[in-house]
Each structure stands twice: as C-alpha cells, then as structure tokens.
C-alpha cells in the first residue's frame, strides 16, 4: 500500500505537511501580536475624533477596524484547525478519504489559504491536500458546495463586503464606552439610517413617471410625414372667378339671350356684345384653371419640405 501511495505521490505528504502547519501557527501568532498593537491604535484615534467632533473621519476609520477584527477572529479560528490537524496527521496518511473529524478542519484551511495572503504556507498545504484528495476536493471547498463542511464563522469573517450601519455604529459606540467619551451618536445614526445610492445598479427607488397615452404616442415612422392623398386633404374647392368688367358683360349678355328668347329682334350690336362675353368667359375659365394648378403646386412643395 505504502508503494502505491509513492507511486501517486501520495504518501509524501506527512513531513512536509508538519513542517508548513507548523510555520503556519507561528505565523499566525506573530501577526496577531501585531494586529492586536495596530488595533489598539487604531481604536484610539478614532476615539480621539469622536471626542474632537470629527466624526465623518470616525465613520470611514471605523470600516478599517472592522475588517482587522475579523481578519483577527478568521486567524485565531485557523489557528485552532491548524493544530489539530497537525496532531493527526498519521491519520491523514493512513486513509485515503478525508475523515470525518478533520473534514471541517481541512475543508477551511482549504478554503481560507488563498484568501490569506500573509499566510503562503497555508498554500502549500492545500496543495499537498490536493495531492491526497484530488482536485475535486479542492473545488468542493473553495465554491462552497453542499456536501463541503467549511467553518461558516471563517467564511463570514473573510468574506469581503461593507459592513451595515448598525455595525459600525455598534463598534463606535464600544469604542467611546472604552475610552470613557461622552458622545451624541444621533448625528451618526441618521447618517447610517440614509440609504446609499448604488452607483453601479442606479438608485433603488425609482420616481413614478406619468405614462402617456397610447392615443398620443406616435411611432418612429409617424416623424416623417408622408404626402397626402387627395382624400386626407379633403374636397378641393374651386377657385371662384372674380367678378371683372367681362363677367358683367357676360351676364348683360345673358339677359340679352332671355330679351330675344322672347321674341324681340336682335340687332349687330349685341351680336358684338354677346362675342365679347363669349370672349371674357372664356378668359374666366382660363384664369380659373391656372390659379387651381398654381394652389397645387402650392401644396405639394410644402409637403416636400415637410418630410425633407
């Protein structure tokens, strides 16, 4: 069995396993001391601008202390996974599954590793994991599937997010406790109780915006106007001629027609008369028929300019 395991390169990986949780807990110990001093100075200056009434700077200094003090809750916990699995690591070598009692343990260490980048040994374990386990293992940790056993206060305590006002407010007010400040959070909390606007999915609340009508929608096409037709114009009135000096004529003549319609004889005179009525009538019509093409040609070319 121990060949096979060489064979697969799986049987190599008890003393360096050791070795990398051991760097690692030293690790983590070291940056927690200086996390724990970085903290405390932190905590104070923002006490110091609470008390000096700058608190817009203690709202955005706050953020930071957060972070920082789940980092340090994140680090403690592996720690303690780190450790463990350290003290039963014969066991890992001596079973081709993960068991039971350390799934949790290796599944957060896996998934932790490439979120600490202070910690590269953490790394080097999940390799070698992903040596005994196979790959699948490794993905099952990092996505968070089901069937994985991550440590949910780890996944929450690196996950990266802005913490909610009632967080921050909570933290300042520790804060100020701590360094015994009398300070009016009225101000910080109507801050923290304004919705922030998203700046990347527009704001939430959207205005109400008064429909308009489908009678007074008009479609893309309905822009250009299309030239009418002769039954969207509507009838087309004839110009009526003006009543000249050869429309009198014209009616003088008619009357002369109905005085000899009578009986009475007609004489040359009126034979010219009628001639020249026939003549301006004629003239009439002419007029008439050139001021309706002209109104035409009127409409057509504003039509033109309408859809141009």
Excluded at 158 to 170: A, D, F, M, Q, R
Aim: glycine share 4%; with cysteine.
């Amino acid at each position: 069995m121990s060949l096979l395991n060489q064979i697969f390169n799986r049987g190599l990986i008890g003393p360096k396993c050791k070795t990398c949780l051991t760097l690692a807990i030293s690790r983590i110990k070291l940056l927690q001391n200086k996390r724990d001093t970085q903290l405390k100075l932190m905590r104070k200056e923002i006490a110091q601008f609470l008390q000096s009434g700058q608190e817009p700077i203690a709202r955005i200094r706050v953020e930071h202390v957060i972070r920082e003090q789940n980092i340090w809750a994140a680090y403690e916990i592996l720690e303690m996974f780190c450790e463990f699995v350290l003290a039963r690591v014969p066991i890992i070598e001596s079973q081709r599954e993960c068991p039971l009692e350390l799934k949790e343990a290796v599944a957060s260490i896996i998934f932790a590793a490439p979120r600490c980048s202070d910690l590269p040994d953490l790394l080097t374990v999940r390799n070698l994991f992903g040596t005994k386990y196979g790959k699948e293992f490794i993905l099952a940790a990092s996505e968070l599937r089901p069937d994985t056993s991550v440590n949910r206060t780890i996944i929450e305590k690196l996950s990266v997010y802005t913490p909610s006002g009632e967080v921050k407010l909570n933290v300042l007010k520790e804060i100020a406790q701590e360094y015994n400040i009398l300070w009016d959070s009225s101000k910080t909390e109507a801050e923290f109780k304004k919705m922030p606007e998203d700046l990347l999915n527009g704001p939430k609340q959207i205005s109400t915006v008064t429909q308009i009508p489908e009678s007074h929608k008009e479609s893309p096409k309905a822009v250009h106007h299309e030239p009418l037709t002769g039954s969207q114009r509507g009838p087309v009135h004839p110009v009526q001629p003006l009543k000249t000096g050869a429309t009198t004529v014209s009616m003088s003549a008619t009357k002369s027609k109905e005085v000899s319609a009578e009986g009475r004889p007609v004489s040359s005179e009126s034979i010219d008369v009628l001639e020249k009525a026939r003549a301006a009538i004629a003239a009439a019509n002419r007029a008439s028929s050139a001021a309706r093409a002209a109104a035409q040609l009127v409409d057509l070319s504003l039509n033109e300019k309408v859809i141009s």
